[in-house]
């Protein structure tokens, strides 16, 4: 641990009194706050100022951090809102809603339950053909799973229908998704055991290189939707 490491609070407190001194709106976000921070964990802040004309990201280092800045005016993080509600990664409202606030001029009150609302609806349910098209990508992945005998071309194989078969348990189920390690993280809040179960089937493969677990939980997840998906299927027609 670095020894001239500031306190989280106290680094995000001075740092805007640095930086942002004239915002009306700051929040810390991330590990930290939840309680999981590591070695290598930054502060993730979330500034929100009139002044500002243009929402944007910057990374920094300061008091012994590296910090995650991202600078938002009074209507600029609703278009973020919006664009993270259809992707079902709700990277901002998560930040807003679960970070804590150390400067609040009266605005962050009502940022926040938008915040909450938009994480408490969930995402957009998936149309019927929706979840054909992606019936059909897992199966070719699964498809192109179970044929391989190249080891090397498996084991970026197994990551791809991981990921599909990770996004289409959850958007099945009007869940929010993930990218990186929220993508582990998300379907953990989705079913904790389903969870591990996932984990442990591919955690087989890549330790011996068997697969059944992995099919197996991949057909589970397809089949209150009718199964693998290849004859008949058209796109564009």
């Known amino acids: 641990m670095n020894p001239n490491r500031l306190e989280p609070i ?9 930086y942002f001194p004239y915002c009306q709106g700051a929040i810390l976000a991330g590990s930290v706050v939840r309680g999981k921070a590591t070695e290598n964990s930054d502060l993730d802040i979330v500034i929100f100022s009139e002044d500002i004309h243009s929402s944007y990201r910057e990374s920094l280092i300061f008091g012994g951090w590296p910090i995650e800045v991202f600078v938002h005016n009074l209507a600029s993080y609703k278009n973020y809102f919006e664009s993270d509600r259809k992707r079902a990664r709700p990277s901002l409202p998560r930040m807003i809603a679960e970070g804590v606030s150390f400067k609040n001029e009266g605005i962050l009150e009502a940022i926040q339950e938008e915040a909450k609302q938009i994480l408490a609806t969930g995402p957009e349910l998936w149309s019927d053909e929706t979840i054909k098209i992606k019936r059909y990508f897992i199966t070719d992945a699964l498809d192109d799973f179970i044929g391989s005998n190249n080891r090397a071309e498996e084991l970026f194989i197994a ?3 991981a990921e599909l078969t990770c996004e289409f348990i959850l958007r099945t189920n009007r869940r929010w998704i993930g990218a990186s390690k929220w993508i582990v993280r998300s379907l953990k809040e989705y079913d904790d055991a389903f969870a591990d179960q996932f984990v442990e089937a591919f955690d087989l493969y890549y330790k011996t ?5 992995v099919i197996e939980i991949v057909d589970k997840a397809l089949h209150p939707y009718g199964g693998r998906l290849f004859e008949g299927f058209s796109l564009g027609k």
């Open 10 to 18: 106290e680094a995000a407190k001075q740092f805007i009194s640095i």
């Open 159 to 161: 990551n791809t229908l």
């Open 209 to 213: 290189g068997q697969k059944s677990k």
